[in-house]
């Protein structure tokens, strides 16, 4: 990488006063300085060396010279009708301190490209990488990739804004998927093109970015933000050097799981909770080609025994797309998980489902479904939906190989509390409290509770279950009501007590309670 004019300008408007003349060629290499204050001399094969006149005289000698092109006039003040000159630097200083002072320029450039190399070529992590690049930028950088996740980004100078998508979700302008201006606009010129200039987000800021090569199928976007001052000509070679080296490190890091790029990124992003606004989910989606329908669905499928291996996942995903209405498939977290979104009429039906569990018993696999969730998606909740129908359907319904979360939705409460640590937290209290007696004269009433809740209340068939009289019986749930605090003629205590005691046997796989 070499140095361009626009570059040197950059540099060398920090110490004096200058402008570009009629000779500036913003991509001009500049690659070193020529201090002629009297006379011009040099050949062809100096094209692209800076040569530092301090005459109008000298200028006029150079009209024809290729080298022309790398010409800064030095004066004190500026000649009448000079228009030859790259570059006019309005100084008293001698021209060999000035021919010094660009040499410095052109060196802290070379050095700069040299280290930014360096760092990739070492290992650097794109986040090092990116600081590296604001040292010399000044403005806050952000690498993105197609859908505008964010791979890494300036973390000494950030800008608080949230891209294209608002902070406040139920801002009018952004109630439907894609209509942040700009963001579309922006995405699909980085989809043709390999750099935007000027670019202005929806909240005024302006920025400039480059995008890298193709890498499996995506790419990278390096933004420079403007903030600190204004994106020059200069940083846009700067920028795009930084985006070169960007692609290599992604070329050689990003892998498959959490490091991935594209839609499987963003899906991954929206499973672990890291984009919840589901307005910028859809549009994210819609940036990478998948849009959002009226209805959406996630089914996680796994291995009955063992994991499933990469090279089998790619044939499932290819099998499943083929035969069933499965917009993507991924591999998250050692399983494969489908995502579908569609219309009312135009999902699984009842006729795919039964197909679909057939081709998983086949496969030796099982798989949850999670509840059919209208837009905007919560993407997050479904995922995890999905998980616990897995969870669940293996421990209450084991011969089955594809379980709907509406199907286990009363056990669910039991797998957060198991999950949590604290599985007391679904019971009902009685039962606790009567557990406390046991050692005690009262232990039976422990027995009486379940027998009754077994029965749905039924007290003369809990009287012959416990081989006692209804008299007995009746004294012992008057001991249970004043200790407990509890109306056991209350059918809605009775369904509590019967559902805590089911998910405790749910919960320590010991059938179904009773």
């Known amino acids: 990488m070499q140095t361009t004019m626009a570059m040197l300008f950059d540099g060398i408007k920090e110490r004096y006063a200058c402008e570009k003349g009629a000779c500036y060629v913003a991509d001009m290499p500049v690659s070193s300085v020529g201090c002629h204050p009297s006379s011009i001399c040099g050949s062809a094969e ?19 010279a290729p080298q022309s092109h790398g010409t800064i006039l030095v004066s004190p003040v500026r000649p009448p009708h000079v228009s030859l000159y790259a570059l006019h630097i309005v100084t008293a200083d001698p021209i060999e301190e000035v021919a010094s002072a660009i040499e410095v320029v052109l060196y802290r450039y070379r050095l700069w490209f040299h280290d930014v190399a360096n760092a990739v070529l070492t290992g650097a992590s794109l986040d090092a990488l990116v600081e590296h690049a604001h040292s010399l930028l000044g403005n806050p950088i952000i690498v993105l990739d197609r859908a505008l996740r964010v791979a890494a980004r ?3 100078d950030t800008m608080n804004d949230d891209m294209w998508n608002p902070l406040d979700h139920h801002s009018e302008m952004f109630m439907k998927p894609m209509e942040a201006p700009g963001f579309a606009e922006f995405l699909s010129i980085m989809s043709q093109a390999h750099a935007v200039s000027d670019f202005r987000m ?15 199928g995506d790419f990278l976007v390096v933004c420079l ?3 600190n001052r204004p ?12 985006a070169e080296m960007v692609g290599i490190v992604a070329k050689t890091s990003v892998s498959l799981g959490e490091e991935e790029i594209g839609l ?8 672990t909770g890291r984009i919840t606004n589901p307005i910028e989910l859809a549009n994210r989606f819609g940036a990478v080609g998948l849009k959002i329908k009226e209805f959406n669905r996630i089914i996680v499928v796994t291995a009955l025994t063992g994991s499933l291996n990469e090279r089998r996942v790619h044939r499932l995903i290819k099998d499943i797309k083929v035969n069933y209405p499965i917009d993507h498939g991924l591999v998250f977290n050692g399983d494969l998980v489908l995502f579908s979104t569609y219309e009312d009429k135009h999902g699984m039906n009842g006729s795919d489902y039964r197909k679909f569990e057939r081709f998983l018993a086949q496969q030796g696999l099982v798989a949850g479904v999670s509840e059919e969730s209208p837009s905007p998606i919560q993407l997050q909740e479904m995922y995890q939906c999905a998980c616990y129908a897995v969870r669940i359907g293996q421990k209450a319904f084991p011969d089955t190989p594809l379980v709907f979360f509406d199907d286990c939705r009363d056990r669910y409460l039991a797998e957060i509390c198991a999950e949590e640590g604290n599985p007391d937290l679904f019971m009902h209290p009685a039962i606790a409290k009567l557990r406390a007696l046991q050692g005690t004269g009262k232990a039976p009433l422990s027995d009486v509770l379940r027998s009754l809740a077994r029965n ?5 068939q809990t009287a012959r279950d416990l081989y006692i009289q209804r008299n007995t019986l009746r004294t012992r749930i008057r001991e ?4 407990c605090g509890v109306d056991l003629s209350d059918a809605k205590e009775i369904s509590h007590i019967r559902r805590s005691y089911a998910l405790e046997a749910y919960v320590l796989k010991s059938g179904d309670g009773f």
Do not use: P
């Open 480 to 483: 249970i009501e004043s200790f």
């Open 202 to 216: 929806f909240n005024g800021v302006q920025l400039a970015a480059c995008r890298t090569y193709e890498i499996e």
């Open 154 to 156: 300036t973390k000494s």
């Open 231 to 242: 994106i020059t000509d200069g940083d846009w070679g700067l920028l795009a050097f930084v």
């Open 456 to 460: 749905w209340g039924n007290r003369t």
């Open 264 to 271: 499987n990124g963003l899906l991954i992003d929206g499973f």
């Open 225 to 227: 933000v403007q903030k």
């Open 46 to 64: 100096e094209f692209g060396a800076l040569h530092v006149v301090s005459s109008e005289e000298t200028l006029r000698g150079m009209r024809d």
